[in-house]
């Protein structure tokens, strides 16, 4: 009896390190979301300043489209930014875009004009209304949305040329398909 005294710290620790070495296997890049293949959750967003029209989850029907969450706070956002702008210049997809926690109501739209404006709709979300209906947990984060309006894919980060050519624009040529 006295030796599962000493073996009991023992397994404790096999059991924890078991569970560490399994977490450390897993790509920090890829966060589930209990979204995908589901319908995008109903939202209504106010358009940004300059702009006439909203974003609501009803723009998300009809045709394949993009869903970027951005802030002009986000540094990972002005790295994207650049991509967003060659996808809008191809006419590759339409890009939507989700105006995340702006305390200004003047940045985003300024942010917009300094780097240029790759979305077709654009919604304001200072309270994180529409971020919180896709389940955003940072910027930025983009989202592919099939005619249907259902989510089929989160990109987490900038996209890259990398991500667009071996996940992004296939799957949006696979979903036009449909």
Known sequence: MKRWVFLLPLAVFAVVAAYFAVGLTKDPKVIPSVLINKPVPEFALPPIKGRDRGFTSADLKGEVTLVNVFGSWCVACLVEHPF???????????????????????????????????YTLIGDDPNSKGAIAFGVAGAPETFVVDRQG????????????????????????ELRKR
């Open 84 to 118: 967003l702008m060659k996808l809008k210049r191809a006419n590759a997809v339409p890009i939507h875009a989700i105006d995340w926690r702006e305390e200004n109501p003047d940045a985003g739209p300024a942010w917009l004009k300094k780097h240029g404006d790759p």
């Open 150 to 173: 259902v989510i089929r894919y989160k990109h987490i980060g900038p996209i890259t040329q990398d991500a667009w050519d071996k996940t992004l624009w296939p799957l949006i040529q």
